[in-house]
């Protein structure tokens, strides 16, 4: 944590630290679930397509493959939304944030595995076995430095750019 982000915190409730995460890991998830819909909705039409067919045992079961994980990503992507709607105005922010936090990192590396699939079934259909394994491979070692690696190794000298001070309120 940073020290603006710890500047945050020291002059928040417990409430409003609650709130914030909430607020916060609900607009990452907007973001996410649009993504994850968009493919999943792209893969249910690809049995229709004249060339679905033609494909091979393996690329057959790869597609059901990335299917589910797209199904199952927007499943987990979506549950913190639901979850909240059942426990609406029920006293159970706490769990309800630590809980969704666990479901959308539970999405996020869904996603990867799914859409590393994509990118190999995509290859191999278009390029060949070798292809397809090159690019699902590539895919993932991009999703693991991204949103794995990078976070977790900033230098911790970095300096971090501090808000500057709230402007002033007309009214």
């Known amino acids: 944590m940073d020290r603006s982000e710890r500047d945050i915190e020291s002059h928040e409730t417990p409430a409003q630290r609650l709130d914030r995460n909430w607020a916060e890991l609900?607009?990452?998830?907007?973001?996410?679930?649009?993504?994850?819909?968009?493919?999943t909705g792209f893969l249910l039409t690809v049995p229709f397509s004249h060339r679905f067919a033609s494909l091979t045992t393996l690329q057959r079961d790869l597609y059901l493959g990335v299917l589910t994980g797209a199904v199952l990503s927007t499943a987990l992507i979506m549950t913190p939304g639901a979850c909240h709607r059942m426990l609406f105005r029920r006293g159970k922010r706490p769990w309800l944030v630590a809980t969704a936090n666990r479901f959308a990192l539970a999405g996020l590396g869904m996603i990867a595995l799914?859409?590393?699939?994509?990118?190999?079934?995509?290859?191999?259909?278009?390029?060949?076995l070798p292809a397809g394994i090159v690019a699902g491979v590539v895919a993932w070692v991009v999703f693991v430095l991204l949103w794995v690696v990078f976070p977790l190794v900033r230098p911790r000298s970095e300096k971090v750019d501090q808000p500057g001070p709230a402007p002033a309120r007309r009214g």
């Open 114 to 128: 799914t859409t590393g699939g994509v990118a190999f079934l995509v290859f191999d259909i278009t390029a060949g």
């Open 26 to 39: 609900i607009q990452e998830l907007r973001v996410t679930q649009t993504g994850i819909q968009v493919l």
